[in-house]
Nanobody, 123 residues
Framework: QVSLVESGGALVQPGGSLRLSCVAS????????NGWYRQAPGKKRELVAA???????DYSDAAKGRFTIDRDNDKKTVYLQMNSLKAEEAADYCC?????????????????WGQGTQVTVAS
């Protein structure tokens, strides 16, 4: 059974940076694709960034140029470096792991979420 534990969320000022971590257990991590998602109050969960088992990376338009996703298979961990954060990006950030790439783009249908980590962007 997959277990995902996110960390790294915090209060940061607009323009600041954070590095989120997601540690996985219970799965053969190297065979999974990983994604970072966020959900703000009253909004649907959205994909922010994804990295496949092959190292292919995709970002949402909002994340391109400011966020970086990477993974460490030895540590079974996927990271999300976020720079130049904006107030509207405050949300609960969570990760997911799937064996099918297409499922990464359907967050509404996914299970196996971690508890998330809260990112607050405010002065």
């Amino acid at each position: 059974q997959v277990s995902l534990v996110e960390s790294g969320g915090a209060l940061v000022q607009p323009g600041g940076s954070l590095r989120l971590s997601c540690v996985a257990s219970g799965i053969d991590f190297e065979r999974y694709h990983n994604g970072w998602y966020r959900q703000a109050p009253g909004k649907k969960r959205e994909l922010v960034a994804a990295v496949t088992q092959f190292g292919n990376i995709d970002y949402s338009d909002a994340a391109k140029g400011r966020f970086t996703i990477d993974r460490d298979n030895d540590k079974k961990t996927v990271y999300l470096q976020m720079n130049s954060l904006k107030a509207e990006e405050a949300a609960d950030y969570c990760c997911n792991a799937q064996t099918q790439v297409t499922r990464m783009y359907q967050p509404g249908g996914l299970a196996g979420w971690g508890q998330g980590t809260q990112v607050t962007v405010a002065s």
